[in-house]
């Protein structure tokens, strides 16, 4: 089994809809992280939670909440989706700066 | 903002030629990752360079971190069909931030049988 996963891997949605994508891990990693990739850009840091109490904004935050439910689960959210955030989205676990990620979420937002 | 610059962006190879990868900062970096991501999946770490002028050996793989710890490159010997992937530096920095990650933009590699 999978030691991050994501749900769903492929939301295709509406502009303005609220979308929620989740991560889940086994690793027993304190250290969780949302990323959005996008051709010709990279990996970038949405959102980091260092423990459940502990929310951090990354480079790219607007149009972006997380939640924190538990040490295992870190879910992002956009409120009112808009086309530009149309992008691959990461979840990572990090034990020592070694990142574990997910297998992405592919968001499309018409 | 640390940046880190990889080069080239793309590179199409045949198969039994030999490749390097770029991955320049103007910061110092306490150490310094390389991942490879395959298409429909996220990045997996190939290694973790820590000191300055450290050379790491994965297979046909080299990796090489620079004396002042601002840049480091990836040697592939005799590249293979599965070598196919992008591949991303990423260098984790001390101070405010700290286990964060700053990821280069990646080399999209494709070797051809």
């Known amino acids: 089994d999978a030691d991050v996963t994501q749900t769903p891997r492929n939301r295709i949605t509406k502009t303005g809809k609220r979308i929620m994508l989740e991560c889940s891990q086994t690793?027993?990693?304190?250290?969780m992280y949302w990323y959005r990739q996008d051709p010709g850009l990279g990996l970038r840091l949405i959102y980091y939670?260092?423990?459940?109490?502990?929310?951090n904004k990354g480079e790219i935050s607007d149009g972006y909440s997380v939640s924190r439910q538990a040490q295992a689960k870190f879910s992002l959210s956009l409120e009112s989706a808009i086309p530009n955030q149309t992008a691959l989205y990461f979840c990572?676990?990090?034990?020592?700066?070694?990142?574990?990620f997910g297998p992405g979420t592919r968001l499309t937002v018409l | 903002t640390q940046l880190l610059e990889q080069s080239p962006q793309f590179l199409s190879i045949q198969e039994g030629e030999n490749l390097t990868v770029y991955c320049n900062s103007s910061?110092?970096?306490?150490?310094l990752q390389w991942y490879r991501q395959e298409p429909g999946e996220g990045p997996v770490l190939l290694v973790t360079?820590?000191?300055?002028?450290e050379v790491k050996k994965l297979k046909r793989l080299t990796f090489q971190f620079g004396d002042a710890r601002k840049d480091s490159s990836l040697h592939i010997t005799a590249a293979q069909p599965g070598d196919t992937g992008l591949y991303l530096c990423?260098?984790?920095?001390?101070?405010?931030?700290?286990?964060?990650?700053?990821f280069g933009k990646g080399t999209k590699l494709s070797v051809i049988p």
């Open positions: 990423a260098g984790q920095y001390s101070g405010a931030g700290s286990y964060q990650l700053t």
């Open positions: 990572a676990t990090s034990d020592f700066g070694v990142q574990f």
């Open positions: 690793k027993g990693h304190d250290r």
């Open positions: 360079v820590v000191t300055g002028g």
């Open positions: 939670s260092f423990d459940v109490k502990d929310i």
């Open positions: 910061s110092v970096f306490s150490s």
